[in-house]
Nanobody, 127 residues
């Protein structure tokens, strides 16, 4: 069973930065998992933000390209999301997701690709 715990959310002003972290407890080799960040703006559907597979391939939503960076620290079993130049549209609940299957880049941002989810951490960006 995979357990995911997010941290690092908070409130920032537009243009600010935050780094989210997701600590994972997995039953196998953490480095063999596909990992991703999703977000759910208030009143909207959940959407993929950034994903990474064991080969190191990444995929980002168009809205965050050039501003967000996803990375994995295998030594600490931690997934990170560095968010810069934040905008009010980035406001939402951010979720970490993991799956042991080997997905390609396109699938990394599809919620159906993931079997394990964290509880989420709130990010609020004010104008």
């Amino acid at each position: 069973e995979v357990q995911l715990v997010e941290s690092g959310g908070g409130s920032v002003q537009s243009g600010g930065s935050l780094t989210l972290s997701c600590e994972a407890s997995v039953g196998g080799t953490y480095s063999s998992y596909c990992m991703a960040w999703f977000r759910r703006p208030e009143g909207k559907e959940r959407e993929g933000v950034a994903g990474i597979n064991p080969s190191g391939s990444t995929n980002y939503a168009d809205a965050v390209k050039g501003r967000f960076t996803i990375s994995v620290d295998n030594a600490k079993n931690t997934l990170n999301l560095r968010m810069e130049k934040l905008k009010p549209d980035d406001t939402g609940m951010y979720f970490c997701a993991a799956d042991p299957r080997q997905w390609g880049r396109v699938s990394l941002l599809q919620s159906e690709a993931y079997s394990s989810w964290g509880q989420g951490t709130q990010v609020t960006v004010s104008a």
